[in-house]
């Protein structure tokens, strides 16, 4: 399996953009999580989704975050007006069963000026 | 908030010396899972130890598990300069029966040759 995939790798856009995140979980996997790392609040869940079905999405900031799983294959993390302090490395991973070891993407570092 | 806090923050170490990090939790858990990340790269699972495990070996790793103090540590022993990352313990807390993780800050690892 090609692990993980997530597009695009790296996203530079201005302020009041709509940024559009994409994942493709591995085939199997049940459970799905995006996260948000930075420097100064680390590795944060923003949302996650069982069976396509959003599960928890209390650490999504605010409503300009929205994320969608439209099948088991794909999922998407928007962003709508976009702002600097949204600059981060946005990590989706899967996992099987929950609990289980979570298999992580390689992230998408997104600026925005 | 953080569920799991690693201890120390930062780590240095020349190559073949062992390498011991610690992580404390507050609530009961289903199990605990250790992580690597290297620079610029996704997570990566090194281990999952369950609440009625005490001990796990993978490898060159050892973790342990002590419930009744909230605690776990990773232990890396003859460490090369390829552990350089930083390590994040992360737990399944029992009170979530969907399979959330909580990570803690991490710990960064650097091994010197």
Known sequence: ?113 | SQQGEEDPQALSIQEGENATMNCSYKTSINNLQWYRQNSGRGLVHLILIRSNEREKHSGRLRVTLDTSKKSSSLLITASRAADTASYFCATAPSTDSWGKLQFGAGTQVVVTP
């Open chain 1, 1 to 113: 399996d090609a692990g993980v995939i997530q597009s695009p790798r790296h996203e530079v856009t201005e302020m009041g953009q709509e940024v559009t995140l994409r994942c493709k979980p591995i085939s199997g996997h049940d459970y799905l999580f995006w996260y948000r790392q930075t420097m100064m609040r680390g590795l944060e869940l923003l949302i996650y989704f069982n069976n396509n079905v959003p599960i928890d999405d209390s650490g999504m900031p605010e409503d300009r975050f929205s994320a969608k799983m439209p099948n088991a294959s794909f999922s998407t993390l928007k962003i709508q007006p976009s702002e600097p302090r949204d600059s981060a490395v946005y990590f989706c991973a899967s996992s099987q069963q929950g609990y289980n070891e979570q298999f992580f993407g390689p992230g998408t570092r997104l600026t925005v000026l």
